[in-house]
């Protein structure tokens, strides 16, 4: 092999090697920013009251995948151990949306408003004792 032709060859297996090396830290960013999605999601949901959901979104989010496989086997668990239990998982979120929305003026307006649209005489299926929109 001559001179030139090593140096042809070292320039082509470093120029490859670069591409090579470029192409595997995209696939690396698309890979954490998936993980980092997955933790922001998980700190939205654990602030309006879910439990379980966000604990599986942070073991995605640290690369714990047995700890997912085990939240996956308690997920199903939970929903096939009856509606009881997934009902006061939903009773979590409801409660923490409606603090959620306490917390804003234009939050209160919407309470208040539906409160309103509750005690409506128009509908016999409304609530007919619930307290008056002012009283939030």
Same mark, same amino acid.
Request: glycine residues 6%.
């Given at each position: $092999?001559?001179?030139?032709?090593?140096?042809?060859?070292?320039?082509?297996?470093?120029?490859?090697?670069?591409?090579?090396?470029?192409? $595997?830290?995209? !696939?690396?960013?698309?890979?954490?920013?998936?993980?980092?999605?997955?933790?922001? @999601?998980?700190?939205?949901?654990? *602030?309006? *009251?879910? /439990?379980?959901?966000?604990?599986?979104?942070?073991?995605?989010? !640290?690369a714990?995948m047995?700890g $997912?496989?085990?939240? @996956?086997?308690?997920?199903?668990?939970?929903?096939?151990?009856?509606?009881?239990?997934?009902?006061?998982?939903?009773?979590?979120?409801?409660? #923490?949306?409606?603090?959620?929305?306490?917390?804003?003026?234009? *939050?209160?307006? @919407?309470?208040?408003? /539906?409160?309103?649209?509750?005690?409506?005489?128009?509908?016999?299926?409304?609530? /007919?004792?619930?307290?008056?929109? #002012?009283?939030?």
């Open positions: $092999m001559s001179v030139l032709e090593v140096v042809l060859l070292s320039v082509v297996v470093a120029a490859v090697g670069y591409f090579v090396v470029r192409w $595997m830290f995209r !696939v690396d960013e698309k890979l954490e920013d998936a993980r980092r999605a997955a933790a922001q @999601i998980a700190s939205v949901l654990s *602030g309006l *009251g879910l /439990k379980k959901t966000p604990a599986f979104l942070l073991d995605f989010a !640290v714990d047995s $997912m496989a085990e939240k @996956i086997v308690e997920l199903a668990k939970l929903f096939l151990s009856g509606e009881a239990a997934v009902l006061v998982e939903f009773e979590r979120v409801f409660d #923490g949306l409606l603090a959620a929305k306490l917390t804003t003026d234009a *939050g209160r307006a @919407i309470v208040a408003a /539906k409160l309103s649209e509750a005690t409506e005489p128009s509908d016999p299926k409304v609530v /007919k004792e619930a307290p008056k929109a #002012g009283a939030v």
